[in-house]
């Protein structure tokens, strides 16, 4: 059977497997187009080649004087937008490489390289955190090329949260003070030269950047001696170059490494997924690796993404954290919903009985606009509130079920102080500095990165093993230094109950509180993935040939 829906095509391609044609070889063309070639080279070959050889095979044509006349324009397009994507650190990635496989940070500086390729002026460019899967060798790089293009006259505008990229801005303006309702401010707006340091008392970032705030080093920081252990031997999945890793369990442990350099590969790919299989049972196609010992001490492993929670806006953190069930029960429970014989399904906006049928208990109502995108609207019936008249006339302490779902969990954590199953679990979401978004709040409102603390909050309400492997993938994406802290003092909450935290991390600030670091390089790409150093911060500092451990010396320097 043949069908059209995008949807069912999307379940069933998890089932296919793709194989290389064997016709063109994965080339994509016809063998009379590939027998156009320049310098013994054709088209597909040249896009197999890694950016920084492509620079240099380019560097080297040499042409007659009537074909340099063609090239030469030609030549300087292409070398003008090699230069960009290399100086970004890109240097590692192929011209063939798909645009899918490709990480948002990728992605990012793929799309600045052609702009900044072109050399327009009078253009407004704004930037989402560019340095999102940067090593602070290659965010030095970036913002080279982000002057460049400032200094052909453009404005460029940047949303961060990173430091030395703040640090270098002309004009710097904060919002907040805090997240949510207690957001929303402009604090300040004013020049690099002018930063209102003493005056505007309100501002967590100017308080980071003058040093009266800072992540600190925690005083109980684990060491590695001689524990319980998983080793990897001859791993050569990808770049990696048939290297051993020794991964220490029961403690915090960063993997670090300038762009490309396999941190993913050897995190995800061969760690994760091995771990997986034996855990899980799956069959997950394990990269190249020779042997794994130790995996029969973990006895659960957990990947921390930055996906969304839910994937519709009837998801949201009191489903996922699992407090919305025992608050229904609480309200069925009530003497004016026993008496009219309501059962804890009536308080769901799920299902049909208590919720406003005229939005099937959506709050919005959405509204076909023929050959223009679809348009959500408040529904007229309940205005947002999701259920009838009858059940939200039950009230548990002069609040309805919808009030309930319109709290902030900082102000939810003291109206069911008196419910210590909802209780408990709000003050994890609580603590994981998340205390300003609503219960009820549409799960594709939430960032990344607080769509991953919830994630890490529901883990933290379940009992502890003492034996999971927790992985996360840059966690600090979209998170300022105050959300950082916030994230660490939960990862440390984790790694406390006996469990394995790996991170696979650029920010300093995080790397310098890890008990253990794996880097990996020296470089990305074929030059890279090679272990570099290994041990504690203090010790990966001290390797010269580290660029993780260049940086953190500064970084340690300063506490």
């Known amino acids: 059977h043949r069908t059209d829906s995008v949807t069912i095509k999307n379940k069933i391609r998890k089932f296919l497997k793709e194989e290389t044609c064997p016709e063109c070889k994965g080339g994509r063309l016809q063998q009379r187009v590939l027998g156009i070639t320049i310098a013994g080279k054709n088209i597909v070959e040249l896009g197999d080649k890694s950016l920084d050889e492509l620079e240099t095979f380019i560097d080297g044509l040499a042409f007659g004087e009537a074909r340099s006349k063609l090239a030469e324009p030609i030549i300087k397009e292409i070398k003008i937008r090699l230069r960009c994507l290399t100086q970004m650190g890109l240097g590692y990635l192929t011209m063939n490489r798909p645009a899918a496989t490709l990480a948002g940070g990728e992605m990012q500086r793929v799309r600045l390289g052609s702009q900044i390729g072109t050399g327009l002026t009078g253009v407004l460019y704004v930037l989402d955190e560019p340095s999102i899967g940067l090593h602070a060798r290659d965010n030095d790089r970036l913002l080279r090329l982000i002057k460049e293009l400032k200094d052909l006259h453009n404005t460029v505008v940047i949303v961060e949260h990173d430091e030395e990229t703040i640090r270098r801005a002309d004009h710097v303006v904060d919002l907040g003070p805090g997240a949510g309702e207690a957001g ?110 130790g995996m029969h001490q973990v006895d659960k492993v957990v990947e921390i993404d930055q996906s969304p929670i839910g994937r519709t806006p009837r998801s949201n953190p009191a489903t996922y954290v699992d407090i919305f069930t025992p608050i229904r029960k609480l309200f069925a429970s009530l003497p004016d919903a026993k008496v009219k014989g309501f059962s804890p399904g009536r308080f ?94 549409a799960s594709t409102t939430l960032s990344g990165g607080e769509a991953q603390r919830i994630k890490i909050a529901y883990e933290l309400c379940k009992r502890a093993t003492g034996k999971t492997v927790y992985l996360l993938d840059e966690p600090t994406t979209g998170l300022h230094f105050a959300d950082i802290q916030h994230l660490l003092d939960a990862l440390f909450k984790i790694r406390d109950q006996g469990n394995t935290v790996i991170v696979i991390e650029h920010n300093l600030d995080v790397i310098k509180t890890a008990d253990h670091i794996i880097d990996l390089g020296p470089e990305g790409g074929e030059e890279g993935g090679r272990v570099v150093a290994a041990g504690s911060p203090e010790k990966v500092a001290k390797v010269k040939t580290s660029y993780t451990g260049k940086y953190l010396r500064d970084v340690l320097n300063k506490r």
């Open 184 to 293: 929303g401010e402009v604090l300040f707006s004013a020049s690099q030269t002018a930063l209102p340091f003493g005056r505007c008392t309100r501002s967590l970032t100017l308080d980071y950047l003058e040093g009266k705030k800072k992540i600190t080093i925690p005083k109980g920081r684990l060491n590695f001696n001689g524990g319980d252990t998983i080793t990897l031997r001859g791993v050569t999945q990808h770049n990696l170059k048939n290297i051993n890793v020794t991964i220490p369990l029961g403690l915090f442990i960063c993997v670090t490494g300038v762009s490309g350099s396999g941190k993913s590969t050897l995190v995800h790919d061969v760690l994760y997924k091995a771990l997986h299989n034996k855990v899980w049972q799956t069959d997950y196609e394990v990269g190249s690796v020779k042997d794994i010992k």
């Open 348 to 441: 769901s906006f799920n299902v049909k009985g208590g919720r406003c049928e005229a939005c099937e208990g959506a709050g919005m109502q959405r509204i076909e606009m023929s050959f223009l995108p679809d348009v959500s609207v408040l529904c007229d019936v309940c205005r947002g509130r999701r259920f009838d008249p009858e059940t939200l006339a039950i009230q548990y302490r002069g609040k309805s079920i919808a009030d309930v779902l319109d709290m902030q969990v900082s102000e939810a954590l003291s109206f069911f102080d008196a419910i210590p199953q909802v209780r408990e679990r709000l003050q994890v979401v609580n603590d994981v500095g998340l205390g300003y978004i609503k219960l009820g709040q």
